[in-house]
């Protein structure tokens, strides 16, 4: 009965390489959310879709293309990827309007 | 510097209070919240306050606002193990996109 969900939990790759993070919600929300902690913790949103269009897009890398086949699913796919991705990607889900949102566990995502 | 700071850990004795200090700087901040964050967990939101309210209280928790310093608070009553967490404080506007701080560490010991 998880409300967020991410996989994987964890994920080790190459730089150079491709990979996907996938988000799921079942709370019948509106709104998606992607963000990335840095090393040094600092949380920031890097994406927001509203009804599967892109609402929020802040500077990031267009190595990184989110992708929302439906309202409840939001994915990151990177592309190319670099020793500086290495982070916890969080995704996040909210009802249009309402100020709370409900968090997934996070995807650490490390880049060798 | 950053846009929301707090103390990076706070440690406690159970049964005390505990107190997490977190500064911002947008003058314009709407909303101030405080996210819990439990190991191997997403965030989840604690409480959040207005900015033209000065004080929010829920069962054990004391939310203060000082806006003309722009200072919020959290307090803890009673703390338990279980409260042990990264607390992160958050700012927003109108648009409920927080601002994050970087997380502190609550660690509350026997």
């Known amino acids: 009965d998880t409300a967020v969900s991410q996989t994987p939990k964890y994920l080790v790759t190459q730089m150079g390489n491709d990979k996907s993070i996938k988000c799921e919600q079942n709370?019948?929300?509106?709104?998606m959310y992607w963000y990335k902690q840095d090393s040094k913790k600092f949380l920031k949103i890097m994406f927001s879709?509203?009804?599967?269009?892109?609402?929020i897009n802040e500077t990031v890398p267009n190595r990184f293309s989110p992708k929302s086949p439906d309202k409840a699913h939001l994915n990151l796919h990177i592309n190319s990827l670099e020793l500086g991705d290495s982070a916890v990607y969080f995704c996040?889900?909210?009802?249009?309007?309402?100020?709370?949102?409900?968090f997934g566990p996070g995807t650490r995502l490390t880049v060798t | 510097g950053e846009d929301v700071e707090q103390s990076l850990f706070l440690s406690v004795r159970e049964g005390d209070s505990s107190v997490i200090n977190c500064t911002y700087t947008?003058?314009?901040?709407?909303?101030l919240y405080w996210y819990k964050q439990e190991p191997g967990a997403g965030l989840q939101l604690l409480t959040y306050?207005?900015?033209?309210?000065d004080m929010k209280q829920d069962q054990r928790l004391t939310v203060l606002l000082n806006k003309k310093d722009k200072h919020l608070s959290l307090r803890i009553a009673d703390t338990q193990t279980g409260d042990s967490a990264i607390y992160f404080c958050?700012?927003?506007?109108?648009?409920?996109?927080?601002?994050f701080g970087r997380g502190t560490s609550l660690i509350v010991h026997p």
């Open positions: 996040a889900s909210s009802q249009g309007g309402q100020l709370e949102q409900y």
């Open positions: 709370l019948g929300h509106d709104t």
């Open positions: 879709y509203n009804n599967k269009e892109l609402i």
């Open positions: 947008d003058s314009s901040s709407t909303y």
């Open positions: 306050i207005f900015s033209n309210m």
């Open positions: 958050a700012e927003s506007g109108g648009s409920y996109i927080p601002t």
